[in-house]
Structure formats: structure tokens, C-alpha cells
């Protein structure tokens, strides 16, 4: 809800939603987010003293909630291996102002988690799956975890009553392109949403590619000419997924398009790494530190004001940017600064 204290950054826009990313650790290696030959045995995670406890996380979130965010985001790095998360989801519901928990997952925790993660208070999880292939999604997992246990927490996430789930699926040309019609027809008429994400240029150790990005037109060309496709209205102003409804009524297909057809003019989104720094773009280098005032002892009304004068300062617009000048820039890790 935007209140009289909710900031406007540069380019008009509010902040809305905060991505929380509890933990910079995960139980796979995707290709494109955490590749193996980086995040190997020898990678220095965060040690547990750098990370924020969930009550200096939720004391920010109660700080973002006064300033207007009213959705809340929970990833990393994968979320569900922060211990005890369902009490942290318990804390959040307990703040004014938040009306939507959502999470995203790599879904082979939650035939565990879904349900004390629903009962805690959690509205609705994202699952992340690129192929219903074994052996390629083995490989870009970076781990052989087959689908079956992404399929299974789908289930269970459903069964606890976090549905619809939304399914998200990074295409890569040459890696995953041939699964998206296989993907389609899976998810068609399941009441679960699939959601295409063009490949980005998240931080630095992707080897990401322009060649390698399927655009969104291409895929919603090839799902249409085999079930038809029509247009729909966004659910709300920033939405980032494009969604198309199957003609048939089969439900819906969301195109993430943040190579080819950006959203920067509406991002309303901050995030909060693990380690309680404020990112105001998800392709920034660098992050405000909350942590050190948070522990010096400042008070709500001192964080208050470090979130706003940042915000208030906020111009980022890479997406839009993207190619003209950002070649070779540093940039954070996506599992770092939250997905
Ligand atoms: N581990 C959880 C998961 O995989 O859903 C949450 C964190 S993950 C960083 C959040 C989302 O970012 C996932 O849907 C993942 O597929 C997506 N992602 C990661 N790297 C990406 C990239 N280079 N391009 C597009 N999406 C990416
Ligand atoms: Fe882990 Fe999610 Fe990144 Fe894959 S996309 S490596 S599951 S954080
Ligand atoms: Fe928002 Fe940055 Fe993504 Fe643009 S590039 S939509 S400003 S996170």
C-alpha cells in the first residue's frame, strides 16, 4: 500500500515487494545461477555469524512494511535449507501491512516443508523446473537430481494448499529449447502456471550469451501455432510475467522477458541478501549494508530513513541499459543477492 511514507526513486517508481534471501547456499548446481566448477567443494559460503537471524530479518521486513512493501518474497540461494524456516514465515505474518508471502524453490524440499511452511502462513510458492527430461535436467542441475523429486513437491505444495503453483522455466537455445513444447503440454490444463524466463546475465560465472537467450515472442510463437494463445490483462500494475490464456481454457502460460522485452519502467522490487544488504537491482554490484546499523542499535525510525534516502536515490534501469554500456561491469550473484 503506498503511504505518505513509501518512497519514489528517480524514475517514479514505488517500492512495492522485497525479495528476502535467507541463505547464499544451495543442494544444486544449475548451470546458468551456481555452476559447479565455481560453487565446487572449496566455495566460501557465508559462515553463520554474517547471515541475518530471522529476527533481525524480520525487524527489516517490519521496516520495508512501513515504507509500503506489501509482498514478500522468500529465496536465495535455495530457501529451504535455512532450518526452522516455518517459524520465520510465522514472524511475517505477524507484520502489518504484508497481504502476500510467496516463495521460490528449487521444490525438492517441500514433500517435507509444504505443509508446516503453509500452516506457518506462506501464500503461494514458485517452483523452478527446466525439463521434464531426466538427463537434461540432470545436467543443468548440476547435480544428475532427476525430476521426479521437483514433481513430488509441486504435489505437495498443492496438496497444503500454496496452489496455483507457478512453474518456472529458464530456456537456453541448444540446452532446454526442445523441452518447451513437452513442458507446455505437461503443464496445460493442470491448473499449475507455467512461466518462460528468457537466460540472463545474472552476475559473473554464467557464460551467458546473447545467442543463447530464447526470446519470448519465439516461444509463444511456437506454443501458439500448436495450441492457440490469446493475450491477457496483467493481475496488477508491475507484474513481471507476460500471460497469455490457452483459447481452449486450458489455463495460462507467463513469458518473463527481461532480455527482449524489459520491465524496468515498473520494478518495485528490492532485495534483501542473506547477509542484510539492500539491492535495488537484481544486476547491481553492490549492496547498501543494513546489517552493521541494525546491530549498532539504530532504531526503526533511523532504518526507516537509510531504506528511503537509498531508495529515493534508486536509478537503476539495466535490463533497459543492457548492451550499450554495461559489458563487463561487476554485478553480484544471483544465488547471493535473491532470485
Ligand atoms: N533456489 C530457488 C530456485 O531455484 O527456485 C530460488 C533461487 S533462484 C536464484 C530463483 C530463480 O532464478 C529460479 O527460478 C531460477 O531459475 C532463476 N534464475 C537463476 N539464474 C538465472 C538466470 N541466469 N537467468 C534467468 N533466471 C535465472
Ligand atoms: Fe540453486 Fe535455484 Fe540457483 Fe538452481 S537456480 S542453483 S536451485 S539457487
Ligand atoms: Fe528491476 Fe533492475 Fe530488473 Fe530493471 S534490471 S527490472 S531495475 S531488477
Not at 509463444?220 to 490469446?230: A, S
Request: aromatic share 6%.
Amino acid at each position: 500500500m503506498v503511504t505518505e511514507n513509501t518512497p519514489t526513486d528517480t524514475l517514479n517508481r514505488h517500492l512495492r515487494d522485497l525479495r528476502i534471501s535467507v541463505t547464499d547456499r544451495c543442494n544444486l548446481r544449475c548451470t546458468y545461477c551456481m555452476p559447479a566448477e565455481v560453487f565446487g567443494p572449496d566455495y566460501k559460503f557465508l559462515p553463520r555469524s554474517e547471515i541475518l537471524d530471522y529476527e533481525e530479518l524480520a525487524r527489516l521486513a517490519r521496516v520495508f512494511a512501513q515504507l509500503g512493501v506489501t509482498k514478500l518474497r522468500i529465496t536465495g540461494g535455495e530457501p529451504l535449507l535455512r532450518r526452522n524456516l516455518p517459524d520465520f514465515i510465522a514472524m511475517l505474518t505477524r507484520i502489518p501491512g504484508i497481504d502476500d508471502i510467496a516463495l521460490t524453490t528449487n521444490g525438492i524440499l517441500l514433500p517435507t516443508l509444504a505443509k508446516p511452511l503453509a500452516e506457518a502462513g506462506l501464500n503461494r510458492v514458485t517452483v523452478s523446473l527446466d525439463s521434464l527430461d531426466d538427463k537434461t535436467f540432470g545436467e543443468l542441475n548440476g547435480r544428475g537430481t532427476g525430476v521426479k523429486p521437483v514433481l513430488a513437491g509441486i504435489a505437495a505444495a498443492e496438496k497444503a494448499g500454496l496452489g496455483p503453483v507457478k512453474v518456472n522455466m529458464v530456456v537456453q537455445r541448444g540446452v532446454n529449447d526442445k523441452d518447451i513444447l513437452p513442458m507446455a503440454e505437461h503443464f496445460r490444463g493442470s491448473g499449475r502456471i507455467l512461466r518462460f524466463i528468457e537466460f540472463m546475465d545474472v552476475g559473473t560465472t554464467n557464460g551467458w550469451r546473447m545467442d543463447k537467450v530464447v526470446p519470448s515472442r519465439e516461444i509463444q510463437k511456437l506454443i501458439h501455432e500448436r495450441w492457440p494463445l490469446e493475450s491477457a490483462e496483467p493481475n496488477y500494475r508491475g507484474e513481471v510475467a507476460r500471460r497469455w490464456l490457452y483459447k481452449d481454457g486450458q489455463g495460462e502460460v507467463g513469458f518473463i522477458s527481461s532480455v527482449t522485452n524489459t520491465f524496468c519502467g515498473d520494478c518495485t522490487r528490492a532485495r534483501l541478501s542473506a547477509r542484510g544488504e539492500l539491492f535495488t537491482c537484481l544486476f547491481a554490484a553492490e549492496g547498501m549494508d543494513l546489517r552493521e546499523p541494525l546491530r549498532e542499535g539504530k532504531t526503526d525510525a533511523e532504518l526507516i530513513e537509510l531504506v528511503s534516502a537509498r531508495w529515493k536515490a534508486r536509478d537503476d534501469r539495466y535490463s533497459e541499459i543492457r548492451n550499450q554500456n554495461t559489458a563487463g561491469i561487476k554485478k553480484a550473484e544471483m544465488s547471493y543477492l535473491g532470485g
